[in-house]
Antibody, heavy 121, light 107 residues
Framework: QVQLVQSGAEVKKPGASVKVSCKAS????????ISWVRQAPGQGLEWMGW????????NYAQKLQGRVTMTTDTSTSTAYMELRSLRSDDTAVYYC??????????????WGQGTLVTVSS | DIQMTQSPSSLSASVGDRVTITCRAS??????LNWYQQKPGKAPKLLIYAASSLQSGVPSRFSGSGSGTDFTLTISSLQPEDFATYYCQQSYSTPQTFGQGTRLEIK
């Protein structure tokens, strides 16, 4: 069965970086993409970007350009999302999701359990 | 960016009721519209993709319709496990955007 297992909760200071991992299993990793979506406490869902696990192409939300990097390690079927220069409003639960789009962003059919990132001094 | 507007923002209903949630896009998105269900402390779950296609394993009481700018999610007979927050999402163009959510509560 398809599973996406994310790394554990993180507490970071403003200005620091965080790297969240998302290990996939139960499907051919390179046949899909991975999207990242975040949710601030009590708020809605925000799309952060997408990476093709097939060729590594990325598509980031404009507001995060320059601060976010998404990568994949096909040898371990793991996706990573690094966010730099953290601010208090980056405090959120970060989700990875399998994206049906291999070559461009599409629909997210399976989701990880979420990783809480807290940014606080 | 394409704006997605859901209505209502919250809704109280009873078990067995028929419920409809609406999602409107700020421009045409063809049928690139998905619906997700989210329960507290859990990840979103895909219910409907491409406006009207039922995701595998999702009960048939859920249905979606629409194209262009106006879309609906209908639950034909509410069950206790359906009380949750529902989000629409457009996958027509990036950045993909979500509606603000509709919280479905027990009356």
């Amino acid at each position: 069965q398809v599973q996406l297992v994310q790394s554990g909760a993180e507490v970071k200071k403003p200005g620091a970086s965080v790297k969240v991992s998302c290990k996939a299993s139960g499907y051919t990793f390179t046949s899909y993409g991975i999207s990242w979506v975040r949710q601030a406490p009590g708020q809605g869902l925000e799309w952060m970007g997408w990476i093709s696990a097939y060729n590594g192409n990325t598509n980031y939300a404009q507001k995060l350009q320059g601060r976010v990097t998404m990568t994949t390690d096909t040898s371990t079927s793991t996706a990573y999302m690094e966010l730099r220069s953290l601010r208090s409003d980056d405090t959120a639960v970060y989700y990875c999701a399998r994206d049906l789009g291999q070559l461009e962003p599409g629909t997210n059919d399976y989701w990880g359990q979420g990783t809480l990132v807290t940014v606080s001094s | 960016d394409i704006q997605m507007t859901q209505s209502p923002s919250s809704l109280s209903a009873s078990v067995g009721d028929r419920v409809t949630i609406t999602c409107r896009a700020s421009q045409s998105i063809s049928s690139y519209l998905n619906w997700y269900q989210q329960k507290p402390g859990k990840a979103p779950k895909l219910l409907i993709y491409a406006a009207s296609s039922l995701q595998s394993g999702v009960p048939s009481r859920f249905s979606g319709s629409g194209s262009g700018t106006d879309f609906t999610l209908t639950i034909s007979s509410l069950q206790p496990e359906d009380f949750a927050t529902y989000y629409c999402q457009q996958s027509y163009s990036t950045p993909q955007t979500f509606g603000q959510g509709t919280r479905l509560e027990i009356k």
